[in-house]
């Protein structure tokens, strides 16, 4: 069994003021977003995602790891130990992710995202 993780791609901050939290972003990256969107703000860093997604709550950062199929590497957690928190969804433009909860406590996030491409 390997989910075979590509590295890091993405990390989601959620937020209860969108607004505040990218003008925040916008100037301690010295950039806007590149998608501006009511339901979600992403910024390229390096070829990575940081999107900012609105939350009743402000807390922890979910890191989303790539993997090429997640239902695959979401049914692989979960023979491991691992349970489903949100299962896989198409969240636009071919992007597909997935959560799930390690035996730790510990909530992880899986994405195939077609668009990906490291800067070197």
Known sequence: MSAHLKGLRTLIYPTSDLVAAKAWWSTFLGFGPYFDEPYYVGFNVGGYELGLLPSE?????????GV???ASALSEAQTAGGTVEVGPEDVGDGIVTATFVNPLGQLVGLICNPHFSAIH
């Open 57 to 65: 709550v402000d807390g922890g950062a979910t890191t989303y790891w």
């Open 68 to 70: 090429d199929d997640v």
